[in-house]
């Protein structure tokens, strides 16, 4: 699809009206599967060449959530900041793609909020993006008909309704599992991310059963320890031994065959990381380590960015840093170059990032298992 001169509108209701006038992308396994495909291909020509460009972004449409999460690291249910407009979102999208952007995540605060959402995947998947979206599941059941063209769409829920809704917030179990109810009928390939804390590790096989029972991966991630956590819930962090003893039970119900995201060696980089884990990573300073402990090599900030709803890129979110380079200020080709530049990230010990981290590295085994992972969730759209 052409570039669109989106500063002909002048006002953002002339760009959705626009919009609401495109075709309707009708996903379908054969087209999610050539997207995922294009994306690898991308993926191999970039490590071929020694080329380093975004392939894939996670990018924030808005600051507003309808939720308060007591641990999130974006406080977006307390933000007070202006979001994109339509046309600002638009353009993002457009130059992410004359970058070599192929697999896009977005995700806000809770993108539903958005009176445009379904209009921007439309657009997003019109321009040949894979895309996976992540939401808190409140708004699902009601916005069902503008999430449908969309490749993979992640639900949070961190376990039994006590303790999911303890840190969630109330309701917000039920919100999430009629999301996962109306996405199943709608056959969209599902992932549950839980946020593991020290209030709900006793639950993981409560979500690995659930995840057999409702056909979803389940992605476990270890609380991130982000500038305000401490002030908002040191409760919930947990020690060294109760991380490491935490992914190892992960390791265990993957082991028994339950349908978690993660593969073996990803989770075993975590329970041998050399560190304790509030060093969460290791910079060019450390390279003869890396190389001697055999750390698996990072690609975040060379084939991977993240985009705050604010403008702010960073590498991942461990890096979340307020002076990081801003699209609102450089325009997003300069910011995304100064990120790659400042970068110094070599290796580390979260789980979401290393499972993309050995894709990237092109791991034979990781990469097989991403390739049946990939046809198995395409072939599930309908
Ligand atoms: C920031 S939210 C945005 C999407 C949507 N509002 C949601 O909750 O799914 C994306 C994911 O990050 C997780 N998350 C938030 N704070 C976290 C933290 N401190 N550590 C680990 N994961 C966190 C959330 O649970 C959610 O699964
Ligand atoms: S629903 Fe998502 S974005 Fe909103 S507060 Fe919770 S974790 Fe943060």
Redesign the pocket.
């Known amino acids: 699809m052409r570039n669109i001169e989106w500063d002909k509108f002048e006002k953002d209701n002339e760009v959705l009206e626009y919009l609401k006038n495109l075709p309707r992308y009708k996903n379908t396994a054969i087209k999610s599967t050539y997207r995922r495909a294009m994306f690898f291909l991308n993926l191999l020509y970039c490590r071929l060449f020694r080329l380093d460009k975004p392939l894939l972004v996670v990018l924030v449409t808005n600051n507003k ?1 309808d939720l308060n ?1 007591s ?4 406080s ?1 249910g307390e933000r007070k900041l202006k979001d994109y407009s339509t046309k600002e979102l638009l353009k993002i999208i457009d130059q992410l793609k004359s970058l070599g952007c192929r697999l896009l995540t977005l ?4 993108s539903l909020l958005r009176r445009d959402m379904g209009e921007i995947f439309n657009y997003a998947k019109l321009k040949g993006f894979c895309i996976s979206f ?3 599941g409140s708004l699902v059941s009601k916005k069902i008909g503008e999430i449908r063209c969309v490749d993979t769409v992640c639900v ?1 829920m961190d376990g039994t309704e006590e303790s999911n809704d303890k840190n969630r917030g109330k309701g917000c179990y039920k919100s999430a599992m009629n999301a996962i109810d109306v996405l199943r009928q709608n056959n969209i390939p599902i992932v549950v ?1 839980a ?1 593991l804390t020290r209030d709900n590790t006793q639950d993981m096989e409560f979500l690995a059963k659930l995840a057999v029972e409702k056909k979803f991966r389940i992605q476990y ?1 270890i ?2 320890n ?1 500038s305000t ?1 401490q002030d908002k819930c040191a409760n919930l962090i947990m020690s060294n031994a109760e991380i490491r003893e935490t992914v190892k039970k992960i390791l265990g119900l993957k082991k028994r065959g339950y349908p978690v995201y993660y593969t073996e060696n990803v989770l075993n980089a975590t329970i041998d990381w050399p560190f304790p884990y509030d060093k969460g990573f290791v910079t060019k300073k450390d390279d003869d380590l890396i190389k001697k402990l055999k750390l698996v090599p990072c690609y975040h900030g060379r084939l991977k960015y993240q985009i705050d709803a604010d403008g702010r890129v960073v590498t991942c979110w461990a890096h979340d840093y307020p002076n990081a380079p801003n699209i609102k200020k450089l325009g997003v080709a300069k910011a995304i170059k100064e990120c790659h530049d400042r970068n110094i990230c070599k290796s580390c010990a979260f789980l979401a990032n290393n499972e993309q981290n050995v894709l990237m590295q092109l791991n034979p085994r990781n990469v097989l298992n991403v390739l049946r992972t990939q046809v198995t969730e395409a072939i599930k759209i309908k």
């Open positions: 959530c999460c641990y999130c690291y974006g977006y995700h806000g605060g809770e992540n939401t808190n949070s991310h946020t991630s609380l991130y982000h956590i």
